[in-house]
């Protein structure tokens, strides 16, 4: 029914601008409006940014404000995050995640990315 798969992650040292990317089929993606979110280890998944259906409209969570650039482009069905500055405390599994709401919360992205790693040394 679609698919979204993420990639980019890795390991980087702190500081480094890693660009992560969700590629998405199946889907009506410029009607969806996308998100990142992560998980911590041994904490909850969280809301990192989301962007609108076409990309007028973002948001982000404090944390990662000024730091962190979510995009899209439509017309290869793909949604960024431009990861700048990153600290330790960034460390989470990255999640892509659409929804055909306008400002989703967490339990209203109907579809989800399988996940990529971050992990960010000190």
């Known amino acids: 029914q679609g698919q979204l798969v993420e990639s980019g992650g890795g390991v980087v040292q702190a500081g480094g601008p890693p660009r992560l990317y969700c590629v998405a089929s199946?889907?009506?993606?410029?009607?969806?409006?996308m998100g990142w979110l992560r998980q911590p280890p041994g904490k909850e998944r969280e809301f990192v940014a989301r962007i609108s259906w076409r990309g007028g409209n973002t948001d982000y969570t404090d944390s990662v404000k000024g730091r962190f650039t979510i995009s899209r482009d439509n017309a290869k069905n793909t949604v960024y995050l431009q990861m700048n500055s990153l600290k330790p405390e960034d460390t989470a599994t990255y999640y892509c995640?659409?929804?055909?709401?306008?400002?989703?919360?967490?339990?209203?992205?109907?579809?989800w990315g399988q996940g990529t790693q971050v992990t960010v040394s000190s």
């Open positions: 199946g889907r009506p993606f410029s009607t969806y409006s």
């Open positions: 995640a659409g929804s055909p709401r306008l400002s989703p919360a967490i339990d209203e992205y109907d579809y």
